[in-house]
């Protein structure tokens, strides 16, 4: 258990819809990363939030953003699905200063 | 740009094997080394660190060594369980001192066979 939870377990969504996710990051953990992971790869770093303020980001188009809100929980939003999208999504969470993240296990996306 | 290469899997072994999981970076600078293992429907978890060379992080009998001459942080285990079975990820941190960012590679799975 490391205490970061992620909603929905599971997600089908059709192409051009809109989806958001959430997760609950560990109290006091300011710093929340996203990461996409296609079946049978590695994880890909979409952004991170610090103090509610996006302070890095991979390679991913605008269309998707995020939030980060003072309790410690965040969202990230996906417009305009594509077949590619389809994916598991992971959130972790950090304490400033600390060398560790803490994953949650992640949203199942498919999108049809 | 940075990039991390780890052995292609599945990787079988029968119970009580040494294991060698092989990882090698490409990266500017002094990146932190990490061992990430994914359980069977469970999320991520941090297995050991290496955050400068010839560092040894080591956790529940798995040992990595940052080696920067050779750009590698190979994962060993001297007597692996059935237990251990699990997708096993090397990844990198590109910012000194944090790891926030994370480059990982794809993964190599590990069965143990009884």
């Known amino acids: 258990e490391t205490g970061v939870t992620q909603s929905p377990t599971h997600l089908i969504k059709t192409r051009g819809q809109q989806v958001t996710l959430r997760c609950s990051s560990q109290s006091g953990h300011n710093t929340v990363s996203w990461y996409q992971q296609a079946l049978g790869q590695g994880p890909q770093f979409i952004f991170q939030y610090y103090r509610e303020e996006e302070n890095g980001r991979g390679n991913f188009p605008p269309r998707f953003s995020g939030l980060q809100f003072p309790n410690y929980s965040s969202e990230l939003n996906v417009n305009a699905l594509e077949l590619d999208d389809s994916a598991l999504y992971l959130c972790?969470?950090?304490?400033?200063?600390?060398?560790?993240?803490?994953f949650g296990p992640g949203t199942r996306l498919t999108v049809l | 740009g940075n990039s991390v290469t780890q052995m292609e899997g599945p990787v079988t072994l029968s119970e009580e094997a040494f294991l060698t999981i092989n990882c090698t970076y490409t990266?500017?600078?002094?990146?932190?080394l990490f061992w990430y293992v994914q359980y069977p429907g469970e999320g991520l978890q941090l297995l050991l660190k290496a955050t400068k060379a010839d560092d040894k992080g080591s956790n529940k009998g798995f040992e990595a060594t940052y080696r920067k001459e050779t750009t590698s942080f190979h994962l060993e285990k001297g007597s692996v369980q059935v237990s251990d079975s699990a997708v096993y990820f090397c990844a990198l941190s590109d910012r000194p001192g944090s790891n926030y960012q994370l480059i990982w590679g794809a993964g190599t799975k590990l069965i143990i066979k009884p």
């Open positions: 972790a969470s950090l304490a400033g200063g600390h060398n560790e993240q803490f």
């Open positions: 990266a500017t600078g002094y990146p932190s």
